[in-house]
């Protein structure tokens, strides 16, 4: 069965850090390309981190420099590194496969950027 939990969100201050976990099923892990998904308040679901299956990323512009996704084979988890933390990364942030067409989504980890 698909399964993806999301982990590590809390509340922090602009500046801040945080790492969040992904423990996704065997079957999606092994394989699919793996990404991390973020939705804030009335806007729609977004790409922000990518990794191939052979540990290739890629990031969207708002998060280079700043983020970092990585995967361990051997526990089928991906995570995200996240540093410098802004007030605009406020969201839910989502793993799923990359493209996510047809996979089901889990319940997010809610991220919050606030002084």
């Known amino acids: 069965q698909v399964q993806l939990v ?7 201050q ?7 976990s992904c423990a996704a099923s065997r079957m999606i ?5 793996m990404g991390w998904y973020r939705q804030a ?3 729609q679901r977004e790409l922000v981190a990518a990794i191939t299956t052979g540990g290739r990323t890629r990031y969207a512009d708002s998060v280079k ?7 361990d084979n051997a526990k089928n988890m991906v995570y995200l590194q996240m ?3 802004k007030p605009e990364d406020t969201a839910v942030y989502y793993c799923n496969q990359d ?3 047809g996979s089901p989504w889990g ?9």
């Not at 999301?6 to 922090?12: F, I, R």
């Not at 602009?14 to 969040?20: F, K, V």
């Not at 892990?29 to 390309?33: A, P, S, V």
């Not at 420099?65 to 995967?71: E, K, N, V, Y």
């Open 107 to 115: 319940q997010g980890t809610q991220v919050t950027v606030s002084s």
């Open 14 to 20: 602009p500046g801040g850090s945080l790492r969040l």
């Open 99 to 101: 493209p996510p067409y």
């Open 83 to 85: 540093s410098s933390l």
């Open 41 to 43: 308040p009335g806007e």
């Open 29 to 33: 892990f092994r394989f699919n390309d």
């Open 6 to 12: 999301e982990s590590g969100g809390g509340l922090v």
């Open 65 to 71: 420099g700043r983020f970092t996704i990585s995967r």
